[in-house]
């Protein structure tokens, strides 16, 4: 790629309306993660293609408004299956909806943005640190670390575990039990270092979302509310990288660049980043090649 | 409506989604600390903060006859329905997949076996020992659902 053509698209995207940036990432995301069940998946795609395609479909109220009809179709039919991210993408597309209807999408996606990114963080610290005992004392991450297959190579590199001591921890972890466990002789004990990176995967999760939360809810022009963009950037990289829930990131991306005018041209370029980073990671197996 | 009304309209309305997030998120909690529902679904932002994910749970389904318990294994076609039972497993859920289960078990039941009485089902969440990471099962909800009943 020459470098004319990289400052043209560079000048392209600082000179793009704020709202128009954050749905055209929200649509390259619905694209690169088709969402719904199977029936639904061609109609979110065949949408999001066209709004891409066209830029009249995508200032047309008409297109946000079947979106948000296909996130809560969505949400129904696959009741009561869905997860946080479901919700979360028909708040927005919603939002979108509205900002079309109302002719102010700079102004109306960037209030919801603000306040959608805030909330749902605010609910994600209240289960964490208040509602769920066994994530603030580190059960879930030492449970979480040696069952879920999603942290599979992070937990063999992070806690130096092989293939053998790994597999022995889940059997263990998804032994069938209806009541109390009995214990015998045995059992896999489980490394220290495992539950020290466990525990720091907590600390470090309730710190960010907590920041994040705070950053995004906070008065405009407070310092905090000043490092929204950097707080959640980092958040979308590193969380992501390791868990690889990319439809998620690129949602809280969208919503976060949706509150860049156009002078913070560095700031766009680091959700862009954040972007590249949340799809480079999330289908190459970085970590494997490490562990 | 006209065009301009519209625009007011969704201008007044351009809380809603906050709103919606709040109201659905609060709900959810009721509902994850009173009920059975997982804190992982319904939109409350519980994913990631507890062990109790529906992949963790587990359904025991029995089909109970003069004198028999016969610990049932589901067939694939049932998939859905137990999927949806361990996420939220509501009374009306649990009634709901008794009677598919029936229906399944009168399919394909040995014409020589004794009368069927009642389908019994129950869930468990997992819950684990923070030092050794032991698991213990817990029953989240049972219920017992006589044969033939409407």
């Not at chain 1, 990289?6 to 954050?22: D, G, K, Q």
């Not at chain 1, 209807?101 to 289960?127: K, Q």
Request: glycine share 6%; hydrophobic share 55%.
């Amino acid at each position: 790629m020459s470098a004319g053509l990289l400052r043209s698209i560079r000048a392209e995207l600082a000179a793009m309306p704020r709202a128009e940036l954050a749905l055209r990432l929200l649509l390259v995301a619905l694209l690169f993660q088709p969402v719904g069940l199977r029936w639904l998946r061609p109609l979110f795609v065949a949408v999001a293609a066209l709004g891409l395609l066209s830029p009249r479909a995508l200032r047309s109220p008409a297109l946000w408004i079947g979106l948000s009809a296909l996130a809560i179709v969505r949400l129904f039919s696959g009741w009561p299956n869905q997860d946080n991210h479901a919700f979360l993408l028909a708040w927005w597309l919603l939002a979108a909806a509205l900002a079309a209807l109302a002719g102010e999408p700079d102004r109306m996606l960037a209030w919801n943005g603000r306040r959608l990114i805030g909330l749902a963080f605010a609910f994600a610290t209240l289960w964490k640190l208040v509602l769920s005992p066994d994530f603030v004392d580190g059960t879930f991450f030492r449970v979480s670390l040696v069952d879920d297959s999603r942290f599979e190579d992070f937990t063999r590199l992070a806690a130096g575990l092989d293939a053998d001591q790994l597999d022995e921890l889940h059997a263990l972890v998804r032994e069938h039990q209806d009541g109390v466990f009995v214990p015998r002789p045995d059992l896999p004990r489980p490394p220290v270092r495992l539950f020290a990176v466990a525990d720091l995967l907590t600390a470090s999760t309730l710190a960010v979302e907590t920041a994040v939360a705070v950053a995004f809810l906070a008065p405009l022009g407070t310092w905090i509310s000043r490092a929204r963009h950097l707080l959640l950037a980092l958040f979308c990289a590193t969380t992501y990288a390791l868990a690889p829930v990319a439809g998620f990131g690129w949602l809280l991306l969208s919503m976060g660049v949706a509150q860049c005018e156009p002078e913070k041209e560095r700031t766009r370029l680091v959700y862009l980043v954040a972007f590249l980073v949340v799809l480079f990671a999330t289908r190459w197996p970085w970590l494997r090649l490490l562990s | 409506m006209t065009a301009d009304r519209v625009r007011a309209w969704a201008a007044r309305a351009s809380a809603l989604p906050a709103w919606l997030l709040v109201l659905v998120a609060t709900a959810q909690i009721v509902a994850a600390k009173t009920g059975p529902i997982s804190p992982w679904l319904g939109g409350g932002f519980g994913m990631f903060a507890t062990t109790d994910s529906p992949s963790r749970r587990h359904l025991h389904a029995v089909a109970l006859r003069e004198g028999l318990h016969e610990e049932l294994e589901l067939p694939e076609e049932l998939a859905l329905s137990v999927r949806k039972a361990q996420s939220f497993p509501s009374q009306r859920r649990l009634r709901a997949l008794a009677r598919e289960i029936e229906a399944w078990v009168r399919e394909t039941d040995d014409p020589n076996a004794a009368p069927l009485e009642a389908i019994a089902i129950s869930v468990y969440r997992v819950r684990f020992d923070r030092d050794t990471l032991a698991p213990s099962g817990e029953p989240v909800a049972s219920l017992r659902v006589p044969a033939g009943e409407e």
